[in-house]
């Protein structure tokens, strides 16, 4: 006799609720608990989950159950990220859809738009200005449009990222000018002040994101007589995570954001959300309880979508945005490895890679619970010199000498220095300098083409597909950055743009040329070159099942000081991903291999056997091997 098995959406609902209750509620008591309105909140919060819920489409839902069925797949090697701005890459959201080919033909299979949704008029710091999340930036096309683009990406196997900018708001955004109208109501949602004696307390231990074109952490209005927290720059109005009212608001966003059809919701600036006098404002214990939260009612109403959280914070202050302790496997899904980026960078200008095999070993475990990284080495945003005092110590240098050393070496001015970069932020009070460029330019490139250098050109292409190859090779999801697979150069344009000129990130957000792509498969350039070295990586990545994040990564101490060895212990055997950081040939003994479990000799990436030389194996410079 047939049997009525069939689980009712209702049913489904109440057993994600169910499932995921334990890691909601307790966070929001906590947070919001003490306050009169709590209990209407929850219950607005409840209803909130249950529309979304309902008016999830029919695919996304299935779509849902696959994820729960499959909650690794964001881990497998298949997947490969590639991050780019609309306008700059394609024109506007239509023509992203003529552009796919081009995208699987390199072995992409997760698209991040950068900011799409509708930023305030004139500068919007790259669109991380939000004035209306429910609507697409218009010069990109409509929410429409942004369906279809999810929809066409899903039919090939390819996932959708965009950013919800979780800190603040344009100050354009319709609550922002409501609080400027003078609503207690709205005021609320925002960090508001009558006089600078709260904000100069708060001043006296917070940093400056911005301290050359929108120093302080505070605007003064005068047409409404009030100081506002403005933690970046000044058309970005922090949000008021303490009122429950914001949190609410968000979490609908957030969950319509997801019925269009959005796999990755990038949570951007995420540090910065939680206040709290005589501290930094960043990381502080209730961002995580925020994070927590967030990610639950994700997990109730719309569990196939995934959170990446934008934290560029130090190494031991990151780790927690994969949830530590309590939050352990409840928080992001991913978190940028601005860590391995920074090190990576480290490592190729000194030829040494001890500090980064230092930093890798103390502050980050070979696994991760629910989440994995996103591998990265170049992205939109400048490169902050995140090198500690106490792990530079280690190394008997100073930390803000060798900090100020890697900003001089990619600016270009270090004696020997093969790289082409900008200043970003120079920070005289702290003597922070952060630095600008693109992947090939800081790799040489530039220089060694300006210089008519062909060796040192083919150099600069070989230490970018050395960087492409570990963050391939390293376990997480690595994040191709636009044009880097072409080896782009700096584009110096920006300069002439009023609405970009003082920001010199702009140096490495060129517009892609199409064609100098064309052109890929066979020229013999550096930029064909370096595309066809990181399809065939990407290629490799996904044939290569001992890469999935899952398998945990433990970062051997290498005999030689140029290597940096990544080990990915995976049920079925080691693999040992190699890296040659140093300008000479390296000899690693094959008995050292052999205690690390290497038998075969065999390198996946190149599908070849690594031949011994008298009991080693020889590695020429930017070498890169998966060793099995
Ligand atoms: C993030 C973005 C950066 C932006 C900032 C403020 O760090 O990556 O581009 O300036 O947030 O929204």
């Excluded at 995921?20 to 219950?43: C, I, K, N, T, V």
């Excluded at 400027?180 to 400056?208: C, H, I, N, W």
Aim: charged residues 25%; aromatic residues 10%.
């Amino acid at each position: 006799m047939a049997r009525k098995a069939v689980a009712k959406d209702d049913e489904i609902f109440a057993l994600r609720l169910a499932r995921s209750a334990p890691d909601l509620w307790p966070m929001l008591e906590r947070l919001y608990g003490h306050r009169a309105e709590y209990p209407a909140f929850r219950d607005r919060l409840l209803t909130a989950l249950r529309t979304a819920w309902a008016d999830r489409p029919k695919d996304l839902r299935r779509l849902d159950l696959q994820r729960d069925l499959e909650p690794d797949w964001f881990q497998r090697p298949d997947r490969v990220g590639y991050v780019f701005y609309i306008d700059r890459f394609a024109g506007d959201l239509r023509k992203v859809l003529d552009k796919l080919d081009y995208l699987e033909d390199l072995g992409v299979s997760y698209v991040h738009l950068m900011p799409c949704l509708k930023p305030r008029p004139g500068d919007s710091d790259g669109g991380y200005s939000v004035m209306d999340y429910r609507a697409v930036n218009p010069a990109y096309g409509t929410m429409e449009d942004l369906e279809s683009v999810a929809t066409a990406l899903r039919a090939r196997g390819m996932n959708l990222c965009v950013d919800l900018v979780l800190n603040h708001t344009a100050k354009e955004h319709d609550w922002a000018e409501r609080a400027r109208a003078g609503d207690p109501t709205y005021q609320d949602y925002y960090l508001m002040f009558d006089s600078d004696t709260e904000p100069k307390r708060f001043e006296e231990t917070l940093v400056e994101v911005f301290p050359d074109n929108a120093p302080g952490n505070f605007t003064y209005y005068p047409d409404f007589g009030k100081w506002v927290w403005t933690t970046f720059n000044e058309h970005q109005w922090d949000l008021n995570w303490a009122n429950p009212q914001v949190f609410l608001e968000i979490t609908e966003i957030m969950l319509f954001l997801a019925n269009r059809g959005v796999d990755v919701l990038r949570l951007d600036a995420v540090a910065f959300m939680w206040k709290r006098l005589g501290t930094r404002c960043q990381s502080e214990p209730e961002v995580h309880m925020l994070l927590q939260a967030l990610r639950a009612c994700c997990r109730i109403a719309c569990p196939a979508v995934l959170h990446l959280e934008e934290a560029i914070v130090a190494p031991a202050e990151m780790l927690p945005y994969f949830g530590r302790g309590a939050h352990d496997g409840k928080e992001g899904n991913l978190a940028y490895h601005n860590s391995l980026m920074v090190q990576f960078w480290n490592a190729l200008a000194t030829r040494d890679t001890r500090m980064m095999t230092h930093v890798m070993q103390t502050h980050f475990p070979p696994v991760l619970t629910n989440a994995t990284y996103a591998t990265y080495i170049r992205c939109h945003d400048d490169i902050g010199w995140a090198v500690t005092d106490e792990d530079a110590a280690v190394f008997g240098i100073s930390g803000p000498g060798h900090r100020a050393y890697l900003a001089d070496f990619y600016e270009g001015r270090f004696p020997g220095s093969f790289a082409r970069g900008a200043l970003f932020q120079e920070n005289p009070a702290t003597g922070d300098k952060r630095i600008s460029g693109s992947f090939a330019s800081l790799a040489g490139l530039e220089k060694a083409l300006s210089e008519g250098d062909a060796g040192a050109a083919e150099q600069a292409v070989q230490r970018v597909l050395l960087g492409h190859a570990l963050i391939a090779g390293f376990g997480g999801i690595p994040l191709i950055y636009m044009g880097d697979e072409l080896a782009t150069l700096n584009d110096y344009s920006y300069r002439d743009r009023p609405d970009h000129a003082h920001d010199s990130r702009w140096l490495h957000r060129p517009m892609m040329d199409w064609a100098l792509a064309a052109t890929r498969h066979s020229a013999d350039t550096p930029a064909a070159r370096c595309f066809r070295g990181v399809r065939h990586i990407l290629a490799r990545r996904k044939a290569v099942a001992e890469l999935h994040g899952g398998v945990p990564t433990e970062i051997l101490s290498a005999p030689i000081p140029g290597l940096f060895i990544a080990a990915r212990h995976a049920p079925t055997h080691n693999l040992l991903g190699i890296y040659n950081f140093s300008e000479g040939w390296s000899h690693l003994p094959a008995d050292w291999l052999r205690a690390q479990g290497i038998t075969r000799f065999h390198d996946e990436l190149s599908e070849a056997a690594v031949a011994l030389h008298d009991g080693h194996i020889a590695l020429p410079p930017q070498a890169r091997l998966w060793l099995v």
